[in-house]
């Protein structure tokens, strides 16, 4: 079961990767997204699309690569992979609540 759950981690954070893969690119390359919403453009032309001069998918780029490494490093041994539940949860919630503050401030 822990097998399965990890698993699970693991391709939920791979497909998180290469959706902030993609988004980085186009940011980084000033080309359009293509979004289903219609309002992606307007999200990255903000100014709020950056922090520091720093693109908000690099952070998710980011986010996603260290839960990638973590959750392919619990399969190593049963010590870590009870040692390293909590980076993998905290990074998660960190990124959760990243996510829903830049879609308040994008919604109002």
Do not use: H
Not at 25 to 39: E, P, S
Not at 50 to 55: A, H, L, Q, Y
Not at 77 to 99: C, M, R
Request: glycine share 8%; hydrophobic share 50%; charged share 10%.
């Amino acid at each position: 079961m822990q097998n399965k759950k990890n698993t699970l981690i693991f391709l939920l954070a791979l497909v998180g990767f290469f959706i902030a893969l993609y988004l980085s690119k186009q940011y980084l390359a000033n080309q359009t997204v293509i979004c289903l919403t219609g309002g992606c453009e307007k999200v990255r032309l903000s100014p709020l699309s950056k922090i520091s001069g720093v693109p908000v998918p690099v952070f998710g780029l980011i986010g996603y690569s260290l839960i990638l490494i973590l959750s392919f490093l619990r399969t190593l041994n049963s010590e870590l992979s009870t040692k390293l539940l909590k980076p993998i949860f905290f990074i998660s919630v960190g990124g959760l609540l990243f996510s829903t503050y830049n879609n308040l401030v994008d919604w109002f």
